[in-house]
Every structure is written in structure tokens, then in C-alpha cells.
């Protein structure tokens, strides 16, 4: 079957992201008072054939663990389409 | 001493591997030969260089996807046997993620790119690419880099400096001195074994005072004369 998913990259909560940081300073400066802290990451809207969809987010884990994530640094979460 | 043959690897998107070819031959002796990324045959190389640039447009992350070009699997066999490998810049990158070199790099801690001479200071003359120089001498070298913001968590870095695997570290007392932000002035490290070593500054940027400094061929003339024990 065609499984359509979603995985989320970011930066773990223990790394700082000078990205994040540059856009919260800007969402200040442009007069965003109210924003206290931004994280930035990306997400890859994966299409793929697989049996069942645990098949398929057992082969996303394996995905995001060696190419999409570097688990030095980042953190992901999957999300499977029914 | 017979001159040294070195494998110099090209990816699509290396833009250091000609600078990186003619210091190693043309300023200092060795026999160079560029290994396309999708060659897997090593053999009658004697030191391998991964040179700077952006792999494979470093789309994803920088080095994701060349780590998994088939040079790699022979670069990390040849490692493996105690060859010596060098990453410069984004060189170092992919051995990182090819897990041949420890840590990750962030995005400069400004958002910036750099692109300016440095100060490293020489931490360890044990790796085959200090070996012979003075620790706590200082090379200028430039820097060329958007993510070369060194990270590993702090009991990690702890490890790191126990083993002495850090070979360089940027030097000096100005706001300046770490532009990147890397984690205890990261600017070079080496694997446990000490044949593999990645720095980010460019040595072949400063291998002839023309170009500003030769303090470059301090490293490339220790990598070259670097043999396994």
C-alpha cells in the first residue's frame, strides 16, 4: 500500500539553534513583544509502498536515524497517515 | 624519501579539490590523484585527503548525503587500517557524519558565514596531522565555513579532551578569536586511533606566503610525512 508520512527534524532541546535565535530577534524587532523563544527545524513529507503502515514507520525510524537526522544534534518525530 | 602518493576525493560540489591537488603536489611534492566519489578502488594511495566545498550541494545537512557516496566505504576501510585521512572544511563535515570523526557541527553561532584568517593553536603533535609540530604553536589559516560551530554534549567534549583528541583549537583573546562559536574553541579533532584528523580552516589557503601565510604546510607537510607506528 502507499503510505504518505511526515517527519519532523530539529535541533534537540539541549543544542542551541542560532537560527531560532536570529528569527525570535527578529520576530521582536519587527514588534512581536510577546515572543519568548523560537526553534526552527524542517519536515520531509515522505511518500512510500510498504505492507502495513507499522512496516512503514519502522522503515521511517530507520531513515530519519541515518540520513534525514544526525543524532548528534537532532531529534525527530514521525507521523504515519492512517 | 619517496614522494607520497595521495588520494585527493571529488565530490559534486567539492570546490577545495584543485587548491587542495596543487598544494599537495605543486607546493609540496606529493603525487596526487583525484578520486571521483563513485570510485571505490584506493589502491596505491597512501594518504587520502577529503577537501572542502559543499557535497553534493550539502543539501539535507552538510555531508549527509556524501557520506553515503561509495568513496566513502573505501575511505573507511583504508582508515580502518591505520591509513591517514584528512577532512578540511567541509571534508571534515563528512567524516563526521561517516562517523569517522567525532561531533557535529551547528550553524556559526552569528548565522554567518566566515571567511577570514584564523588563529589555531596546536594542541597534539601525536596525530598524523600535527605530528612533529610544537603543541601550543599558532598557525594562521583562513576559515571559510557557514556550520562550523563544533558541538558535542559537555560529558562528550569531557571524553574528548581525556583521549586527546583535540588537535587544534582556535587561538587567541579577542571577542573574535572563536568566530563560530565552537565548543571549547573546537577547531580540529582527531579518531582514538589518530590517523584520521578533521579541521576546519584551510591549510591549503595558506600553504604559500603569497597567499597571505604558509603556515598551512606545517599540517600538509606532517600529514605527508605522517607513517603509521
Known amino acids: 500500500m502507499n503510505i504518505k508520512a511526515r517527519v519532523y527534524v530539529t535541533l534537540k532541546k539541549s543544542v542551541f539553534d542560532p537560527q531560532g535565535k536570529t528569527i525570535a530577534d527578529a520576530l521582536l524587532s519587527v514588534g512581536y513583544a510577546g515572543v519568548a523563544d523560537v526553534r526552527q527545524g524542517k519536515f520531509f513529507d515522505v511518500s512510500l509502498e510498504a505492507d502495513s503502515p507499522e512496516a512503514a514507520r519502522a522503515s521511517l525510524e530507520e531513515m530519519a536515524h541515518k540520513v534525514l537526522a544526525n543524532p548528534v544534534i537532532e531529534s525527530y518525530e514521525i507521523e504515519v497517515d492512517g | 624519501?619517496?614522494?607520497?602518493?595521495?588520494?585527493?576525493?571529488?565530490?559534486?560540489?567539492?570546490?577545495?579539490?584543485?587548491?587542495?591537488?596543487?598544494?599537495?603536489?605543486?607546493?609540496?611534492?606529493?603525487?596526487?590523484?583525484?578520486?571521483?566519489?563513485?570510485?571505490?578502488?584506493?589502491?596505491?594511495?597512501?594518504?587520502?585527503?577529503?577537501?572542502?566545498?559543499?557535497?553534493?550541494?550539502?543539501?539535507?545537512?552538510?555531508?549527509?548525503?556524501?557520506?553515503?557516496?561509495?568513496?566513502?566505504?573505501?575511505?573507511?576501510?583504508?582508515?580502518?587500517?591505520?591509513?591517514?585521512?584528512?577532512?578540511?572544511?567541509?571534508?571534515?563535515?563528512?567524516?563526521?557524519?561517516?562517523g569517522l570523526l567525532p561531533g557535529a557541527m551547528l550553524r556559526n553561532q552569528h548565522v554567518q558565514f566566515l571567511s577570514q584568517p584564523v588563529s589555531i593553536r596546536v594542541e597534539r603533535n601525536d596525530t598524523s596531522a600535527s605530528a612533529g609540530l610544537e603543541v601550543g604553536q599558532e598557525l594562521t589559516i583562513p576559515i571559510a565555513h557557514g556550520d562550523g560551530n563544533f558541538y558535542l554534549p559537555d560529558g562528550e567534549l569531557d571524553r574528548l579532551e581525556a583521549n586527546g583528541q583535540v588537535v587544534f583549537r582556535y587561538a587567541g583573546d579577542s571577542a573574535d578569536a572563536n568566530p563560530n562559536g565552537s565548543a571549547r574553541r573546537i577547531a580540529g579533532v582527531c579518531n582514538r586511533e589518530r590517523n584520521v584528523v578533521g579541521l576546519m580552516p584551510h591549510p591549503e589557503r595558506a600553504a604559500e606566503d603569497a597567499l597571505g601565510s604558509s603556515d598551512g604546510r606545517f599540517i600538509l607537510d606532517a600529514f605527508l610525512a605522517w607513517r603509521a607506528a
Request: glycine share 12%.
Open chain 2, 1 to 98: 624519501m619517496s614522494a607520497r602518493s595521495v588520494g585527493v576525493v571529488v565530490f559534486p560540489g567539492s570546490n577545495c579539490d584543485h587548491d587542495t591537488e596543487y598544494a599537495l603536489s605543486s607546493v609540496c611534492g606529493a603525487i596526487v590523484r583525484m578520486v571521483w566519489h563513485r570510485e571505490r578502488d584506493l589502491a596505491g594511495l597512501e594518504a587520502i585527503v577529503v577537501p572542502g566545498g559543499f557535497a553534493h550541494g550539502d543539501y539535507l545537512r552538510t555531508g549527509a548525503i556524501a557520506r553515503y557516496s561509495p568513496v566513502m566505504t573505501s575511505v573507511q576501510e583504508f582508515a580502518a587500517q591505520g591509513g591517514p585521512v584528512l577532512g578540511i572544511c567541509n571534508g571534515f563535515q563528512i567524516l563526521q557524519e561517516a
